[in-house]
């Protein structure tokens, strides 16, 4: 067993936050709203979450749970929970009640956390007590210590357990350690450089997805301020980004392309935004979303990341190379190392696709309860999400597609992405998602998923387009039109539910 010194210690996701609340206790941490919490204020209750938990029972080797929307207590019980030892599932609050059971089952939380909004459904899965945001929060931490804890967790403890999307099968428990985290906040401080003093920092996606707690907590970790959005809306995007008080924040591609179909009159005021640092990451950028956030935005904020809840940021295209390359991911952020193997595990040569394995300091313990399937995402130390890229002479990585969701034709790969980004360019178009289904003749047919931006267009010409833009063994066979492609909360789209729905016409 590694020997530290006597002075070492450990990182933790907290440490951060108590730091600011000594330092700038009169600064404002956190805005929702009309309400403001100042870093003495979250410090002071950071500190009585820790306690009040601790009492409770919790400490290394427990797990507790939070189901809940972007509520400023978030961060308070996320990180005064994890400094007992224990570990927090944050879970989707959008589960149905059985879906929330088996979930706090599989983590065994002994503790839950949840909002006004889900209080029922909560109370009904859970078998453990269950604490509500409001009043009953605050009575129960108001009658703990505000001390700040004696014993810090080691820093490869878990101390979160968010929940995999499902968008290929059962949603799956990641086990992030304190160190990985904090890793991630120093690395996107240094890469994004929107975190500090002076930033603010706009939240628009759910704080139970990886990036969407990962990096307002970078932010008040670095002693930066975040503003919660109550609930997103693309035209409530829109205002806040017309403000112009943001210096940073963290999209996912849908937002800025439903934002996008405002009329151009409205767009105009973009151009009073503030942002450094327009992170984008969770789907694949669309390359017409993204010369539409350049033309918007400008050129010197829009950064397209690639990453994943296991593997934390992993690449990263900055905004002076966006014009460069296409449909890229970038390169290995620092600290990062990145590889594409084919099937037998040997490195493919520029230009040829293989499944992309990362290793770095950001990386998961491992799936809670399910170690057949860490030993699968994983090779000799480096993790996979199963997706597939192709890297250049330059080392840029660009994304193809996830592994699961390859078409098989006639024996020819094709990649949905490919068309997807034709599809998207075309008139009338406002998404689009193209799958594999069923086919006697080839074994999988292409069948492309669009959503309309008005009246829907004749299918057989979004096919004649697509003959005349890709080849042959691409074009699709069939296009359906739906008022809505279905995504999870991180905004991926959800192609088996996209199947279901072709199967059922079938």
């Given at each position: 067993m590694t020997e530290f010194p006597a002075n070492?210690?450990?990182?933790?996701?907290?440490?951060?936050?108590?730091?600011?609340?000594?330092?700038?206790?009169?600064?404002?941490?956190?805005?929702?709203?009309?309400?403001?919490?100042?870093?003495?204020?979250?410090?002071?209750?950071?500190?009585?979450?820790?306690?009040?938990?601790?009492?409770?029972?919790?400490?290394?080797?427990?797990?507790?749970?939070?189901?809940?929307?972007?509520?400023?207590?978030?961060?308070?019980?996320?990180?005064?929970?994890?400094?007992?030892?224990?570990?927090?599932?944050?879970?989707?609050?959008?589960?149905?009640?059985?879906?929330?059971?088996?979930?706090?089952?599989?983590?065994d939380a002994r503790l839950v956390f949840t909002d006004q909004a889900n209080a029922e459904k909560v109370k009904s899965a859970s078998q453990a007590p269950v604490i509500v945001i409001?009043?009953?929060?605050?009575?129960?931490?108001?009658?703990?210590?505000?001390?700040?804890?004696?014993?810090?967790?080691?820093?490869?403890?878990?101390?979160?357990?968010?929940?995999?999307?499902?968008?290929?099968g059962r949603p799956k428990g990641v086990c992030l350690p304190h160190r990985s985290r904090?890793?991630?906040?120093?690395?996107?401080?240094?890469?994004?450089r929107c975190f500090g003093e002076g930033d603010n920092f706009l939240v628009t996606t759910p704080l139970f997805h990886g990036g969407g707690f990962a990096y307002p907590m970078a932010s008040l970790f670095l002693g930066g301020s975040v503003e919660l959005m109550e609930k997103y809306t693309p035209e409530l995007l829109y205002e806040c980004f017309a403000d112009g008080r943001h210096t940073g924040t963290f999209v996912v591609p849908t937002?800025?392309?439903?934002?996008?179909?405002?009329?151009?009159?409205?767009?105009?005021?973009?151009?009073n935004h503030r942002l450094t640092s327009m992170i984008?990451?969770?789907?694949?950028?669309?390359?017409?979303?993204?010369?539409?956030?350049?033309?918007?935005?400008?050129?010197?904020?829009?950064?397209?990341?690639?990453?994943?809840?296991?593997?934390?940021?992993?690449?990263?295209?900055?905004?002076?190379?966006?014009?460069?390359?296409?449909?890229?991911?970038g390169r290995p952020i620092p600290g990062q190392q990145v590889k594409l193997l084919d099937d037998s595990g040997a490195a493919v040569a520029p230009g040829e696709i293989g499944e992309l394995f990362s290793t770095g300091p950001t990386l998961f313990n491992g799936y809670l309860n399910r170690p057949e399937e860490t030993e699968a995402s994983m090779r000799?130390?480096?993790?996979?999400?199963?997706?597939?890229?192709?890297?250049?002479?330059?080392?840029?990585?660009?994304?193809?597609?996830?592994?699961?969701?390859?078409i098989l034709s006639g024996g020819v790969n094709i990649y949905p992405r490919d068309i997807e980004e034709i599809l998207?360019?075309?008139?009338?178009?406002?998404?689009?998602?193209?799958?594999?289904?069923?086919?006697?003749?080839?074994?999988?047919?292409?069948?492309a998923f669009l959503r309309p931006s008005g009246d829907p267009p004749d299918p057989e010409w979004v096919i004649s387009q697509c003959r005349d833009r890709m080849a042959p063994h691409k074009v699709?066979?069939?296009?359906?039109?739906?008022?809505?492609?279905?995504?999870?909360?991180?905004?991926?789209?959800?192609?088996?539910?996209?199947?279901?729905?072709?199967?059922?016409?079938?």
């Open positions: 070492y210690r450990s990182l933790d996701i907290s440490a951060g936050l108590r730091t600011n609340a000594a330092r700038v206790p009169g600064r404002t941490a956190i805005t929702i709203g009309d309400r403001k919490i100042t870093y003495g204020e979250l410090g002071d209750r950071l500190n009585r979450v820790t306690n009040a938990a601790a009492a409770a029972g919790l400490e290394t080797g427990a797990n507790a749970a939070i189901i809940a929307g972007n509520e400023p207590e978030y961060f308070e019980i996320v990180g005064g929970v994890s400094a007992t030892g224990a570990a927090i599932a944050t879970i989707n609050p959008r589960q149905t009640e059985s879906e929330l059971s088996a979930i706090l089952e599989d983590c409001g009043d009953e929060h605050d009575n129960w931490i108001s009658k703990a210590s505000a001390a700040p804890p004696s014993q810090l967790p080691d820093e490869w403890q878990t101390f979160a357990i968010p929940y995999t999307s499902g968008t290929t904090v890793m991630v906040f120093l690395v996107s401080a240094a890469v994004y937002q800025l392309h439903s934002m996008f179909e405002m009329p151009e009159s409205r767009l105009e005021k973009l151009s984008c990451n969770a789907a694949p950028l669309p390359e017409e979303t993204k010369l539409a956030t350049l033309r918007w935005f400008g050129e010197t904020s829009l950064h397209e990341t690639y990453g994943s809840t296991e593997g934390g940021v992993i690449t990263n295209l900055y905004p002076h190379e966006m014009r460069l390359k296409q449909n890229c991911a000799d130390g480096w993790f996979s999400a199963g997706d597939l890229a192709w890297a250049d002479e330059e080392g840029f990585f660009h994304i193809v597609d996830r592994k699961k969701d390859m998207y360019a075309l008139p009338g178009v406002a998404e689009a998602a193209v799958v594999g289904v069923p086919d006697p003749r080839w074994g999988e047919a292409v069948c699709p066979k069939s296009v359906q039109f739906v008022e809505a492609i279905p995504r999870n909360a991180a905004g991926k789209v959800l192609k088996k539910d996209l199947r279901a729905q072709w199967e059922a016409k079938a």
